[in-house]
């Protein structure tokens, strides 16, 4: 519906629509909220504002909450999408931008899996050794003996959220 929607609210011989924030959010399948929020951030921005506060926007703004969706779904921050938007507002081309965002993205990501496969063989390794243990006495103390015999030493410093 969105693509119907651009080609008939975009073709050069057709007038000029405008449309409320509540129709565009429907047509894109953005809240109003989110919206909102975009054009807070510089994001996109209404073509007018009507006398009682009512924003219209045109089909630009159609293409921008489009292509907001579809660098958010390759994992862009908002922030990297208005280093994007700004670039191409200058009239320079966006895209050795976004070759190196994407370098940036998959270099991130081989240090997580990295790290996870590292935490993988250790959660493993301490599997195997606790697995013919027998259970705690109920009446001790500690409250699992297998996490309380983990030296702080040997805990190592996961962090996967850079």
């Known amino acids: 519906m969105i693509a119907v929607v651009e080609q008939v609210c975009c073709e050069v011989s057709s007038p000029k629509k405008l449309l409320k924030i509540g129709e565009l959010a429907k047509q894109t399948d953005v809240a109003v909220g989110t919206i909102r929020y975009y054009e807070g951030l510089g994001l996109i921005k209404p073509v007018e504002r009507s006398e009682s506060g009512y ?15 579809k660098a958010q779904s390759l994992q862009f921050s908002l922030s990297e999408i208005q ?13 050795p931008l976004v070759r190196d965002l994407l370098k ?21 390794t301490y599997q195997q050794r ?10 001790n103390k500690e409250l699992c003996s297998l996490i309380e015999e983990v030296a702080c030493s040997d805990i190592p410093a996961h962090n996967f959220r850079d």
């Open 130 to 139: 606790w697995e013919n243990r027998p259970l705690d006495n109920p009446c």
């Open 55 to 69: 924003r219209y926007y045109d089909c630009e703004a159609i293409n921008r909450l489009q292509f907001i969706k």
């Open 104 to 124: 940036q993205k998959i270099a991130h990501l081989e240090e997580q899996i990295y790290r996870m496969k590292e935490l993988k063989d250790e959660l493993e």
């Open 83 to 95: 280093q994007v938007l700004g670039i191409r507002s200058q009239g320079d081309p966006a895209c």
